[in-house]
């Protein structure tokens, strides 16, 4: 199941056509794509006997985030062994934890504005909760998952780094600096699910290309850790880390410039395009 959302409106998507999730449950469920996560066994159950190719057809280029307003947003550094390598890092030994603040959530074909010249990229898999939950075990952790979708953890390195100790949170949540999409695509769709091909890339230049199953913590992992500590509520995001060639560590590094049209993909999920101005 491949869900989106429509100009404001929850949809169930199949290629280039688009099922309004309000219209074809007469009401049972609303237009707001936010609230299929509140009620998303109820909302899960219902989907399954639909079929997304009876809707509409539409441009993908009106597609906004599939998680517009999640309550929380987790992101986790330094998730990647290639990454940590190429920082000259140790691999850890916990999930290095910071927050993404929701107001830097936009579509998955934004626009978005550099606030500095050291702005910086990071595809990820990003994991939308779908069952909160505290204290969920590894057995049990993708029960608790709706989906699966495309991030880009966009960084103001200046900001990150300018103090002691860093400010990651700050640095990674001006406006537009956490795009996602262009659906969320249900675990089931995935013939392995920990193993996916990530990569992201400007015109000709591939910028990152990499495997998710390079996580030193993967996604079961990381929701009993996070479970551990915080209750995860339904429409949480995860953004799981980002594997190597990030700009920052380069030699001679390689920000991100306005006029660049960064394409972010993952296996099985598709791509978003995000204009930088």
Partial sequence: MRVGNLEG????????????????????????????????????GWAAG??????????VERLGPPVPRPP?????????????????????????????????VTGPYAEVQLP???CDFEVELVVVIGRG???????QAWEHVAGLTVGQDLSDRRVQFRGKPPQFSMGKSFPGFAPIGPVLVTPDEFGDRDRLAIRCSSGE????????????????????????????????????????GVGAVRDPRRYLSPGEVIVS??????QMRTTLV
């Fill in 9 to 44: 409106r929850a949809v169930l998507v199949d290629g280039d056509r688009a099922l309004d999730v309000e219209r074809a449950s007469g009401g049972q469920f609303g237009p707001n794509p936010q609230g299929v996560f509140d009620r998303w066994d109820q909302f899960r």
């Fill in 50 to 59: 639909q079929d997304p190719s009876a809707g509409e057809p539409f441009e």
């Fill in 205 to 244: 230049e591939t910028l990152q290309d990499g495997t998710t199953a390079d996580m030193i913590f993967p996604v079961a992992e990381l929701i009993t850790r996070l479970s551990a500590i915080v209750r995860l509520l339904p429409g949480d995001l995860i953004f799981t880390g980002t594997p190597a």
């Fill in 265 to 270: 993909g993952i296996e099985g999920i598709g």
């Fill in 133 to 139: 939950g505290h204290r969920i075990s590894p057995e």
């Fill in 116 to 118: 500095s010249d050291r």
């Fill in 72 to 104: 929380q947003v987790f992101g986790i550094g330094l998730n990647y062994r290639d990454h940590a390598e190429e920082a000259d890092l140790e691999i850890p030994d916990e999930p290095m934890v910071f927050t993404k603040f929701p107001s830097s």
